[in-house]
């Protein structure tokens, strides 16, 4: 019972890991994004965009 416990945790530590992770990674992803789109558009407002 003790390894199939064992087992269960570890397989919970590993899934929540991958989640951490994909969280991060759409995170940051987004705010990249998020910028891409913002900055132009400030630059538009200053008058600096070609």
């Known amino acids: 019972i003790s390894q ?3 087992k269960s945790l570890n397989l919970a530590e590993a899934g929540i890991g ?5 969280v991060t990674r ?3 992803l ?8 913002i ?5 538009d407002i200053m008058g600096l965009s070609s």
């Open 26 to 28: 759409l995170g940051s």
């Open 18 to 22: 991958l989640g951490v992770t994909l």
């Open 39 to 43: 900055i132009p558009d400030k630059l």
């Open 4 to 6: 199939l416990l064992n």
């Open 30 to 37: 987004v705010k990249e994004q998020a910028i891409d789109k």
